[in-house]
Protein backbone atom coordinates (compact mmCIF):
# COMPACT_ATOMS: atom_id res chain seq x y z
CA UNK A 1 0.00 0.00 0.00
CA UNK A 2 2.10 3.03 -0.14
CA UNK A 3 3.51 6.95 -1.86
CA UNK A 4 5.88 7.28 -4.99
CA UNK A 5 7.34 4.50 -6.95
CA UNK A 6 10.87 4.90 -8.20
CA UNK A 7 10.05 7.61 -10.86
CA UNK A 8 12.22 5.77 -13.37
CA UNK A 9 9.48 6.76 -16.61
CA UNK A 10 9.50 10.06 -15.27
CA UNK A 11 13.11 10.42 -15.38
CA UNK A 12 13.93 8.59 -18.43
CA UNK A 13 11.38 10.92 -20.34
CA UNK A 14 13.20 14.26 -19.39
CA UNK A 15 16.98 12.43 -20.80
CA UNK A 16 17.54 12.36 -24.75
CA UNK A 17 20.31 11.50 -26.65
CA UNK A 18 21.59 13.49 -29.79
CA UNK A 19 22.06 12.19 -32.72
CA UNK A 20 23.59 13.05 -35.57
CA UNK A 21 21.40 11.20 -38.27
CA UNK A 22 18.57 8.87 -38.43
CA UNK A 23 19.10 5.02 -38.49
CA UNK A 24 15.95 2.35 -40.00
CA UNK A 25 12.78 2.14 -37.57
CA UNK A 26 14.27 -1.59 -36.53
CA UNK A 27 17.47 -0.06 -35.65
CA UNK A 28 15.96 2.79 -33.84
CA UNK A 29 13.90 0.24 -31.77
CA UNK A 30 16.92 -1.28 -30.59
CA UNK A 31 18.77 0.71 -30.05
CA UNK A 32 16.15 2.59 -27.89
CA UNK A 33 16.09 -0.48 -25.62
CA UNK A 34 19.15 -0.49 -25.20
CA UNK A 35 19.35 2.57 -24.30
CA UNK A 36 16.75 2.30 -21.78
CA UNK A 37 18.19 -0.65 -20.35
CA UNK A 38 21.60 1.20 -20.10
CA UNK A 39 19.95 3.96 -18.39
CA UNK A 40 18.38 2.18 -15.50
CA UNK A 41 20.91 0.04 -15.26
CA UNK A 42 23.09 2.57 -14.36
CA UNK A 43 20.71 4.52 -12.01
CA UNK A 44 20.71 1.60 -9.95
CA UNK A 45 23.94 0.69 -9.86
CA UNK A 46 24.73 4.15 -9.17
CA UNK A 47 22.21 4.52 -6.08
CA UNK A 48 23.04 1.07 -4.99
CA UNK A 49 26.58 2.33 -4.97
CA UNK A 50 25.75 5.66 -2.56
CA UNK A 51 23.42 3.20 -0.39
CA UNK A 52 25.95 0.96 0.35
CA UNK A 53 28.26 3.70 1.58
CA UNK A 54 26.04 5.62 3.23
CA UNK A 55 24.64 1.79 4.89
CA UNK A 56 21.40 2.81 4.13
CA UNK A 57 19.18 -0.20 2.76
CA UNK A 58 15.84 1.15 0.62
CA UNK A 59 12.23 0.90 2.10
CA UNK A 60 9.06 1.31 1.06
CA UNK A 61 5.94 2.52 2.92
CA UNK A 62 2.33 1.98 2.35
CA UNK A 63 1.30 5.66 1.22
CA UNK A 64 -0.70 7.13 -0.82
CA UNK A 65 1.15 5.72 -4.51
CA UNK A 66 2.07 2.61 -2.42
CA UNK A 67 5.66 3.45 -1.79
CA UNK A 68 7.70 6.13 0.33
CA UNK A 69 11.72 5.72 1.70
CA UNK A 70 11.77 5.47 5.43
CA UNK A 71 14.42 4.83 7.71
CA UNK A 72 15.64 1.20 9.15
CA UNK A 73 15.12 -0.13 12.18
CA UNK A 74 16.80 -2.62 14.21
CA UNK A 75 16.87 -6.57 14.61
CA UNK A 76 15.07 -7.92 17.95
CA UNK A 77 17.08 -9.48 20.86
CA UNK A 78 18.04 -12.90 20.76
CA UNK A 79 15.44 -13.41 24.04
CA UNK A 80 12.18 -15.46 21.94
CA UNK A 81 9.02 -13.63 23.32
CA UNK A 82 6.26 -13.39 20.94
CA UNK A 83 4.41 -10.75 23.36
CA UNK A 84 2.45 -8.34 20.84
CA UNK A 85 3.09 -5.02 23.02
CA UNK A 86 6.04 -3.48 21.53
CA UNK A 87 7.12 -2.33 17.59
CA UNK A 88 7.07 -4.62 15.32
CA UNK A 89 8.76 -3.90 11.51
CA UNK A 90 6.13 -4.70 8.85
CA UNK A 91 6.26 -5.19 5.04
CA UNK A 92 4.23 -6.44 2.49
CA UNK A 93 4.73 -8.08 -0.81
CA UNK A 94 2.42 -8.19 -4.09
CA UNK A 95 1.12 -11.52 -4.75
CA UNK A 96 2.76 -12.65 -7.84
CA UNK A 97 2.55 -16.41 -8.23
CA UNK A 98 5.17 -16.56 -11.44
CA UNK A 99 8.62 -16.57 -11.05
CA UNK A 100 10.26 -13.38 -11.56
CA UNK A 101 13.85 -12.40 -9.52
CA UNK A 102 14.91 -15.83 -10.50
CA UNK A 103 13.97 -15.70 -14.35
CA UNK A 104 16.48 -15.94 -16.86
CA UNK A 105 17.15 -12.33 -18.27
CA UNK A 106 16.41 -11.58 -21.65
CA UNK A 107 18.96 -11.06 -24.88
CA UNK A 108 18.80 -7.19 -24.46
CA UNK A 109 19.68 -7.18 -20.73
CA UNK A 110 22.57 -10.09 -21.34
CA UNK A 111 24.04 -7.10 -24.61
CA UNK A 112 24.67 -5.03 -21.43
CA UNK A 113 26.88 -7.48 -20.03
CA UNK A 114 30.75 -5.89 -22.32
CA UNK A 115 29.40 -2.75 -20.42
CA UNK A 116 28.54 -3.35 -16.92
CA UNK A 117 30.53 -6.53 -16.62
CA UNK A 118 29.21 -10.20 -16.78
CA UNK A 119 26.13 -10.67 -14.71
CA UNK A 120 26.02 -7.30 -13.28
CA UNK A 121 23.10 -5.82 -15.37
CA UNK A 122 20.86 -9.02 -14.60
CA UNK A 123 21.31 -8.48 -11.08
CA UNK A 124 20.36 -4.43 -11.29
CA UNK A 125 17.27 -5.82 -13.55
CA UNK A 126 16.59 -8.29 -10.67
CA UNK A 127 16.90 -6.33 -8.09
CA UNK A 128 14.66 -4.22 -9.15
CA UNK A 129 11.62 -6.25 -10.00
CA UNK A 130 12.43 -7.39 -6.57
CA UNK A 131 11.79 -4.04 -5.15
CA UNK A 132 9.01 -3.61 -7.38
CA UNK A 133 7.12 -6.15 -5.15
CA UNK A 134 7.05 -4.87 -1.94
CA UNK A 135 4.07 -3.02 -1.23
CA UNK A 136 4.41 -1.53 1.77
CA UNK A 137 6.98 -0.71 4.78
CA UNK A 138 6.50 0.71 8.06
CA UNK A 139 6.32 -0.01 11.87
CA UNK A 140 3.24 -1.56 13.86
CA UNK A 141 3.56 -0.34 17.58
CA UNK A 142 1.08 -2.50 20.05
CA UNK A 143 0.04 -1.26 23.40
CA UNK A 144 -0.33 -3.93 26.39
CA UNK A 145 -4.11 -6.09 24.93
CA UNK A 146 -6.89 -5.38 27.26
CA UNK A 147 -7.73 -8.68 27.90
CA UNK A 148 -8.15 -9.57 23.90
CA UNK A 149 -7.99 -6.20 22.95
CA UNK A 150 -6.00 -4.99 21.03
CA UNK A 151 -5.00 -1.41 20.29
CA UNK A 152 -2.10 0.11 18.41
CA UNK A 153 -0.54 2.38 15.53
CA UNK A 154 0.99 1.54 12.15
CA UNK A 155 3.57 4.28 11.18
CA UNK A 156 4.27 4.43 7.51
CA UNK A 157 6.19 7.68 7.86
CA UNK A 158 6.00 10.63 6.03
CA UNK A 159 2.50 11.58 8.25
CA UNK A 160 0.88 8.31 6.96
CA UNK A 161 -0.34 6.67 9.94
CA UNK A 162 -3.07 4.42 10.74
CA UNK A 163 -4.63 3.94 14.39
CA UNK A 164 -5.01 -0.16 14.93
CA UNK A 165 -7.90 -1.98 16.87
CA UNK A 166 -8.42 -5.47 16.76
CA UNK A 167 -8.92 -8.68 18.79
CA UNK A 168 -6.08 -11.32 19.93
CA UNK A 169 -6.30 -15.25 21.04
CA UNK A 170 -3.25 -17.01 22.36
CA UNK A 171 -2.85 -21.07 22.32
CA UNK A 172 -0.87 -23.07 24.99
CA UNK A 173 2.41 -23.13 22.52
CA UNK A 174 1.73 -19.11 23.07
CA UNK A 175 1.13 -18.53 19.26
CA UNK A 176 -0.95 -15.67 18.50
CA UNK A 177 -3.57 -15.09 16.48
CA UNK A 178 -4.29 -11.42 15.40
CA UNK A 179 -7.15 -9.76 13.78
CA UNK A 180 -6.73 -6.20 13.05
CA UNK A 181 -8.54 -2.95 11.51
CA UNK A 182 -6.24 0.12 10.70
CA UNK A 183 -7.96 3.38 10.10
CA UNK A 184 -7.27 6.54 8.86
CA UNK A 185 -7.08 9.58 10.93
CA UNK A 186 -9.07 12.72 9.66
CA UNK A 187 -7.20 15.61 8.16
CA UNK A 188 -3.67 13.76 8.33
CA UNK A 189 -2.79 12.01 4.47
CA UNK A 190 -4.54 8.67 5.72
CA UNK A 191 -7.88 10.21 5.73
CA UNK A 192 -10.80 7.46 5.04
CA UNK A 193 -8.34 5.08 5.05
CA UNK A 194 -9.02 1.58 6.11
CA UNK A 195 -6.82 -1.73 6.17
CA UNK A 196 -7.60 -4.91 7.84
CA UNK A 197 -5.31 -7.44 8.92
CA UNK A 198 -5.03 -11.17 9.56
CA UNK A 199 -1.66 -13.03 11.25
CA UNK A 200 -0.25 -15.23 13.44
CA UNK A 201 2.69 -15.75 15.10
CA UNK A 202 5.43 -17.83 13.93
CA UNK A 203 6.39 -21.27 15.44
CA UNK A 204 10.03 -21.29 16.73
CA UNK A 205 12.34 -23.96 15.57
CA UNK A 206 14.02 -26.29 18.45
CA UNK A 207 17.56 -26.07 16.85
CA UNK A 208 17.01 -22.66 15.05
CA UNK A 209 19.78 -19.42 15.50
CA UNK A 210 19.03 -16.30 16.62
CA UNK A 211 15.50 -16.74 15.60
CA UNK A 212 13.49 -13.47 15.36
CA UNK A 213 9.60 -13.80 16.61
CA UNK A 214 7.12 -12.66 13.21
CA UNK A 215 4.03 -12.25 12.81
CA UNK A 216 2.61 -13.30 9.02
CA UNK A 217 -0.60 -12.95 7.24
CA UNK A 218 -3.09 -10.80 4.78
CA UNK A 219 -3.76 -7.31 4.58
CA UNK A 220 -7.23 -6.30 2.50
CA UNK A 221 -7.78 -2.74 1.48
CA UNK A 222 -10.98 -2.45 2.66
CA UNK A 223 -12.17 1.21 1.90
CA UNK A 224 -11.04 2.57 -1.45
CA UNK A 225 -9.14 6.09 -1.39
CA UNK A 226 -7.99 8.46 -4.69
CA UNK A 227 -7.48 5.93 -7.92
CA UNK A 228 -6.91 3.22 -4.97
CA UNK A 229 -9.11 0.44 -5.58
CA UNK A 230 -10.97 -1.68 -2.42
CA UNK A 231 -10.47 -5.61 -2.04
CA UNK A 232 -6.54 -5.63 -3.05
CA UNK A 233 -5.08 -8.16 -0.89
CA UNK A 234 -1.42 -8.63 -0.32
CA UNK A 235 0.98 -10.98 2.30
CA UNK A 236 2.76 -9.81 4.99
CA UNK A 237 5.34 -10.36 7.61
CA UNK A 238 5.85 -8.24 10.56
CA UNK A 239 9.44 -8.57 12.72
CA UNK A 240 9.65 -7.66 16.16
CA UNK A 241 11.93 -5.48 16.90
Known sequence: ???????????MKASTVAIRHRPAKSQRAASSATDFLKWIVACYLCAGMILAACG??????????????????????????????????????LNRADIMVGADPGPAVNALDPIYGQGNAATASQALTALNLVFGEGVMTFDQPSGNNVTGTFDMGGGFVLDLKGTMQTNAAGDIAVELYGTGRPNTPTDNWEYDYKATTTPKWPNG?????????????????????AGVVASFIAIKQ
Open 1 to 11: MGKSNLKVGEA
Open 56 to 93: IAPGFAQTRTERKLVGTTGAAGATWNTSLPGKWTYRSY
Open 209 to 229: VDQIPTLVGTVIRAKPHGTAK
